[in-house]
């Protein structure tokens, strides 16, 4: 694929930024998009967000960016009325100077520009319960003013992103194949998912029975995903939006959790090392439930333990699938790393199973 730079003075003759452009720089840690900071000669130094976005990633990228511009116009408005910071508090569409919501290059790749959100940061990691609990209730705060958002008018960016079913399968196939000899070194880990076929249509069940309402759901909860105050460390703008779809907000809870309730890394090799922290587990699920105030039922608040056991099962076969296919997916820097990948989500997995009773009784004491 051709750089993002072959293209960028392409793009950025497609925006009008008020006042010329004086410089531009990659910006971010992401993986997925091409993301540049464009700086201006206006008064004050105007700065925005440019990204090429990933066309591997993103295949239809016209019903993208319809999902983000309804997505933030209807936040601009709940935001206002409620009081907020709708200049601060979302992420807003800049469109082209012909009035599209983004512009596809000469190699038909999508652009697209977002106002700098000034006087914030972007965390990689939860470095104390403070900051976790912010970004807890950031993605709470983003369910209450979407609550009544007609979550199945939004496009399916990604068809079938958390059906943990369709993934157990996905990983039966890949068992099945053993393209590259690999099961019989994992046959623990097999074994560990497929004694939980069960678990994996719990959710699903529950949403088929109408005992789980389908919510505009951001998909991707990492802290990483809110810009926070570089002053007071609160919590401002929840941001990349191109998995925001129709889905479960147990998932919301559980991904998040799944990340950031423990202490190691995602690929920490010894196990001993792996555990779920229910400090951290009570401080996000306070944080988050006080964000989403009144907006969430009785049913999904009972279901939130199984958002966080069954996000961390399904990325614990992603994992493994990847393994047995040969690390296709997921990008890895060592021989191995996908496997000791599954290993951690499995222990964490067995954590949450040895601990549901408590995880059970600290939902319920925020309810």
Known sequence: MPTAEQYLN???????????????????????NDTFAVYTAQEGGSRFILQRMSPVAFKKPAQLMENIVNITDYLVRALRESGGDCERGTLRVIRTRDGEPFFRDSAGCGWRVFPFI???????????????????QAFGQFQQLLRDYPAETLHETIPRFHDTENRLENLKKAVKADALGRAAECRAEIDFMLAR??????????????????????????????????????????????????GLVINDFGDSIRFGANHCAEDEPDLEKVN???????????????????TLTDAECRFLPWGAKLMTLECGMRFLADYLEGDVYFHTQR???????????????????????????????YR
């Open 10 to 32: 392409e793009s950025l003759a497609a925006f009008d930024f008020g006042a010329p452009v004086v410089k531009t720089e990659r910006h971010g840690k992401g993986h997925i």
């Open 118 to 136: 000034e006087g914030t940061v972007c965390c990689q990691s939860a470095d104390t319960p403070e900051l976790f609990a912010a970004s807890g």
């Open 197 to 246: 076929e069960a678990d994996c249509s719990v959710a699903l069940q529950a949403l088929r029975d109408g005992v789980l309402p389908l919510r505009v759901t951001h998909n991707d909860t990492k802290l990483n995903n809110v810009l926070m105050d570089e002053k007071t460390g609160e919590a401002v703008c929840v941001i990349d939006l191109d998995t925001v779809m129709p």
């Open 276 to 294: 779920l922290d229910l400090g951290l587990f009570e401080v996000y699920t306070a944080a988050f439930l006080k964000g989403a105030g009144d």
């Open 335 to 365: 021989e191995g790393q996908n496997l000791d990948r599954c290993r951690t989500q499995c222990k964490l997995v067995a954590d949450m199973e040895r601990h549901w009773d408590e995880l059970e009784k600290i939902v319920a004491k």
